[in-house]
């Protein structure tokens, strides 16, 4: 049972372009949203997150955009860069259970120069 | 300040046996969760140790247990090893068993199972 779902398993994106990364989630009981990216042999790094009491969380180039109604959120990269380049995971967790993450399968995002 | 630390970083093992991961948070954390990642997929949870008890579980079978010890560092047991165990073990670290803090992660530890 995916609760979690990223339906693009890739995106290319020129230099200096908006990326935008896609994620979809089936429990409306989730209330807090990250975005991990993850370089080969690396483990995940937190990049963002956002609360289900916000629409929208902005931390320079990387804003994270929740829509509740539609249980869709999305990762604006702008202006994308070359190191930018690496895998993607959305994770979501229920309410005091914020170490129980559940994640979708990734986007692995290239920036081409 | 040294993040999550996991060691070995790979390890191979045949079906049947058993296996040890072990896992340091990054200092300052006291909460513990171990994931499993397979190829092409996302982190899937195995279970979360707090104050050396463990407080939450995933949807993984009895051969997944694990410890945490007094000095918050923890360890993975695999036991009975299956060819589908094999993947990438994520060990990932935070303050407090409910705090909204985002988790950090180590590099994991590759197990191939022949």
């Known amino acids: 049972d995916q609760q979690v779902k990223q339906n693009s398993p890739s995106l290319s994106v020129q230099e200096g372009r908006i990326s935008i990364l896609n994620c979809d989630y089936t429990n409306s009981m989730f209330d807090y949203f990250l975005w991990y990216k993850k370089y080969p042999a690396e483990g995940p790094t937190f990049l963002i997150s956002i609360s289900s009491i916000k629409d929208k969380n902005e931390d320079g180039r990387f804003t994270v955009f929740l829509n509740k109604s539609a249980k869709h959120l999305s990762l604006h990269i702008v202006p994308s860069q070359p190191g930018d380049s690496a895998v993607y995971f959305c994770a979501a967790s229920l309410p005091y259970n914020n170490n129980d993450m559940r994640f979708g399968a990734g986007t692995r995002l290239t920036v081409k120069p | 300040d040294a993040g999550v630390t996991q060691s070995p970083t790979h390890l191979i093992k045949t079906r049947g046996q058993q296996v040890t991961l072990r896992c340091s948070p990054k200092?300052?954390?006291?909460?513990v969760s171990w994931y499993q990642q397979a190829l092409g997929q996302g982190p899937q949870f195995i279970f979360q140790y707090y104050e050396e008890e463990e407080r939450q579980r995933g949807n993984f079978p009895d051969r997944f247990s694990g410890h945490q010890f007094p000095n918050y560092s923890s360890e993975l047991n695999v036991n009975a090893l299956l060819l589908g165990d094999s993947a990438l073990y994520l060990c990932a670290s935070s303050w407090g068993q409910n705090s909204n803090q985002p988790q950090h992660f180590g590099d994991g530890t590759r197990l191939s199972i022949l």
């Open positions: 200092s300052g954390h006291d909460t």
